[in-house]
């Protein structure tokens, strides 16, 4: 059959995005605004500020996706459009907007969860990657190991007790005096290269727990007192005033050991799967984007006999493409949905 194209916009939380994606699997066109120094100043994403940074960039986003893919609205075949989970107030400018370009101009309307976005990613960047699979979903609002079975068809056998990994970088980044605009993990990542991994003692959460869940507030606070040491050795006010060199090894140790416990569970995870057919692991969401944490389960699924997949970094972050895609995949299936109903959730379990 032939291929079709789908027009994809993203706006859950701070970054507006639109793309149109061939159903081949070939992104045609995108475009992101990113609200990084908008929230900047705040520490983190204010979503009044959100919601209007939205508004305004919108419209700009899916015409410059539009134009970068060569075609007109009315060229595109179908809509698709992040309806939850996120800040609602945030879901709502796009999905309002997919919807009145839906009815205006007659095309199929997608409502797309957001987690499930992030998911298919992964089938993307690589065809071959068949259901069912395992995914390990960490985010800024969500750190999940998940039973991947099918379109719509997902089971969570691990998910976090408190933080979310994305959260534990970007409180991390917001400890150290690091830039936290459009999340602090890049950050983070980069002072780790120049940190000693071993030099702050820290432990791995939830070891003696026989499940596949996950814990970051203890770490968390962990990573606030041995910092809060070092600034009674060094004599300085605040952590962020630490010399860059310990503040270096913060960023170092607290990354190993996150991923560790990562680590831990995914092992877990992959011995309750062992009589099933899966064989491979599915690593999406933001954090994903770590280079650090993708070669460590490359390493680890090579240990088990398994294979990773993982989108190229600049696809595991929000973007419009996520939408677009998942919205491809839900429609080779023949489901859509009616734009008129359209509700947008804040939660969407
Ligand atoms: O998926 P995403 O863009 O938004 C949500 O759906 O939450 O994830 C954002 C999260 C933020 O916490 C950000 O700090 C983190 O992903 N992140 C990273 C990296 N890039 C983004 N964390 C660690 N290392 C990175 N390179
Ligand atoms: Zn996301």
Redesign the pocket.
Known sequence: SLPFTVLGIES??D?TGAAVVRSDGIILGEALASQAEIHEEWGGVVPGLAKTAHEENLDQVIELALSRANLTIDEVDAIGVTVGP?LEICLRVGCNRAKELAIQHKKPFVGIH??EA?ILMARLENPDLQFPFLSLL?????CQILKCMGIGRYSVIGGTLDD????A??KT?RLLGLP?G?????A??KLALEGNRTAVPLTVPLLQRKDCDFSYAGLKTNVRRAAEKLVMERGVELPSELPRGDKADIAASF?HIAIRHLEHRLKRAISNVEDEEIKTLALV?????????RSRLEELCENHGWSLAVPP?RL????GAMSAWAAVERLKLGSSDEPDGQDVYARYP
Request: proline letters at 5%.
């Open positions: 859950s939380c970054d996120g957001h987690l992030h960490v985010s800024g609002g969500h979310s990994l994305g959260e970088f970007d980044a936290v459009g999340g602090g993990g890049p983070v990542e990354q969401g933001g954090v994903a984007a770590n280079m650090e944490l970094p595991c972050t929000d973007q």
